[in-house]
């Protein structure tokens, strides 16, 4: 078997799109990079630039952070491979792949109910917004 047969496929750019419910949840799993790195992990190991394609958004200097953050919570490993191709690895530990299925059931939620949530943003929004009378929300568009 060659090393190409285990790795798991690409991530795609656009796994983490503006429209992804992670995106809009009123949940957080640690901060907000965090449960869209434990999405791309969901398949295997990953290299850090292989994560910057779907993390676009992210800084390399939060991507970092975040890494670091779920490696010190225990719910990643570092894998950092010597030699000429000097690489490291990220994984999920099984405390990590154990948070997946709460992290499904959150996005499942959160997609049932987009509408609400978005109403529900737009209307506090509008309702902050310069010249708004309090108390009252605006429709959205």
Do not use: N
Not at 23 to 32: E, H, L, M, S
Not at 82 to 88: K, L, N, S
Not at 92 to 101: F, Q
Request: overall charge positive.
């Amino acid at each position: 078997m060659t090393e190409r047969a285990t790795q798991p496929r690409p991530l795609r750019p656009d796994m983490l799109d503006e429209l992804c419910p992670s995106a809009v949840a009123p949940f957080r799993f640690g901060d907000k990079w965090a449960a869209p790195v434990l999405r791309c992990l969901a398949d295997g190991p990953r290299r850090f630039s292989e994560l910057r394609v779907p993390l676009h958004r992210a800084t390399p200097r939060v991507l970092t952070r975040t890494l670091r953050a779920l490696e010190r919570d225990g719910l990643l490993t570092r894998t950092a491979h010597p030699g000429p191709a000097r690489r490291v690895d990220y994984a999920l530990t099984p405390l990590g792949r154990s948070i997946l299925e709460p992290l499904a059931a959150v996005c499942a939620w959160t997609a049932e109910h987009w509408d609400e949530l978005v109403d529900a943003r737009e209307a506090w929004s509008a309702d902050r917004a310069p010249g708004a009378q309090p108390g009252r929300i605006r429709k959205p568009h």
